[in-house]
């Protein structure tokens, strides 16, 4: 069983920085393409920013330039930097990872529980 855990968020104020992780656990043999995604009430879940199993990594046009994601294949966890939040990147954030498994034979979607993110004015 694959299980993603994320971590680092919290209630900050305009301009402020926080650093989201996302550790994945269990049976893994490799890990594809890495995200992260974000819900704010009422709204749907979209996609803040992707990476890679190379690394190159893609943005929503709402966070470039303001955040960074990055990956550690060897630790399986995955990172998101953001810096000068604003109160409408508030929102609950998910982490997804493509995982192989030697149960499944193929390459599965996994999201983490969510962490919430509150970027107050």
């Known amino acids: 069983q694959v299980q993603l855990v994320e971590s680092g968020g919290g209630l900050v104020q305009a301009g402020e920085s926080l650093r989201l992780s996302c550790k994945a656990s269990g049976s893994i043999g490799n890990i594809n393409a890495m995200g992260w995604y974000r819900q704010a009430p009422g709204k749907q879940r979209e996609s803040v920013a992707t990476i890679n199993r190379v690394g190159t990594p893609n943005y929503a046009d709402s966070v470039n330039g303001r955040f960074t994601i990055s990956r550690d294949s060897d630790k399986k966890t995955m990172y998101l930097q953001m810096n000068n939040l604003k109160p409408e990147d508030t929102g609950v954030y998910f982490c997804?990872?493509?995982?192989?498994?030697?149960?499944?034979?193929?390459?599965?979607?996994?999201w983490g529980q969510g962490t919430q993110v509150t970027v107050s004015s």
């Open positions: 997804q990872m493509s995982v192989w498994t030697a149960a499944t034979l193929k390459f599965f979607d996994y």
